[in-house]
């Protein structure tokens, strides 16, 4: 298996731009989870669905954020507009039963 | 909620000595799963181990091993025979219902 796919891997934009983080989980895993690194706050979870459904979106930050699962081999992160306080490392993590969790590479995102 | 602690912001040792990195939690679970995952400068988050918290035997892969104090809210990571791959930060892990909840670190370096 290939792993959890994410693209892009870098995303630089302008303030104000919409930004659209793609995934793709490990085939079979029933699991999805959104996460965001940063310097100040470290490794927060922003939302997590389970069979496509999201389960608990208690972290995203506020509405200017949104994640959709439409099916089992594909997830997104929107951010509408996007602010330069957004710029962070956004992984993105599938398991199995909720089994451990296994990461992508990350997508770096700047705003400028 | 639980909380993650990792008390040493930054560890270095040299190549094939001994080094071991702290962890301690808060929760108020029985049931639940540790981790201690690596993240090298690639920044792909790669998981080095995993204990069940009902398991009482210490998790070992390899050159890696745990010691896990239940009682204590202890869950140590010991790296034996540190080679200069080890190079990363390490990140400490609780997973209860499904979510992952991530200490703020330890920056582990090996000198040649």
């Known amino acids: 298996d290939a792993g959890v796919i994410q693209s892009p891997r870098h995303e630089v934009t302008e303030m104000g731009q919409e930004v659209t983080l793609r995934c793709k989980p490990i085939?079979?895993?029933?699991?999805l989870f959104w996460y965001r690194q940063t310097m100040m706050r470290g490794l927060e979870l922003l939302i997590y669905?389970?069979?496509?459904?999201?389960?608990?979106d208690s972290g995203m930050p506020e509405d200017r954020f949104s994640a959709k699962m439409p099916n089992a081999s594909f997830s997104t992160l929107k951010i509408q507009p996007s602010e330069p306080r957004d710029s962070a490392v956004y992984f993105c993590?599938?398991?199995?039963?909720?089994?451990?969790?296994?990461f992508g590479p990350g997508t770096r995102l700047t705003v400028l | 909620a639980q909380t993650v602690t990792q008390s040493q912001p930054e560890m270095s040792v040299q190549e094939a000595e001994t080094v071991t990195l702290s962890c301690t939690y808060d929760?108020?679970?029985?049931?639940?799963?540790l981790f201690w995952y690596k993240q090298p400068p690639s920044r792909q988050m790669i998981l080095v181990i995993r204990?069940?918290?009902?398991?009482?035997q210490n998790a070992t892969e390899n050159r890696f091993s745990v010691n896990f104090q239940k009682a204590a809210k202890s869950f140590s990571l010991k790296i034996s025979d540190s080679q200069l791959g080890d190079t990363a930060m390490y990140f400490c892990?609780?997973?209860?219902?499904?979510?992952?909840?991530f200490g703020q670190g330890t920056r582990l370096t090996i000198n040649p």
């Open positions: 993590a599938s398991s199995f039963f909720g089994n451990e969790q296994f």
């Open positions: 085939s079979g895993h029933d699991y």
């Open positions: 669905f389970n069979n496509n459904v999201p389960i608990d």
């Open positions: 929760t108020s679970e029985n049931n639940y799963y």
């Open positions: 204990q069940e918290a009902y398991k009482q």
């Open positions: 892990a609780f997973q209860g219902a499904q979510k992952l909840v």
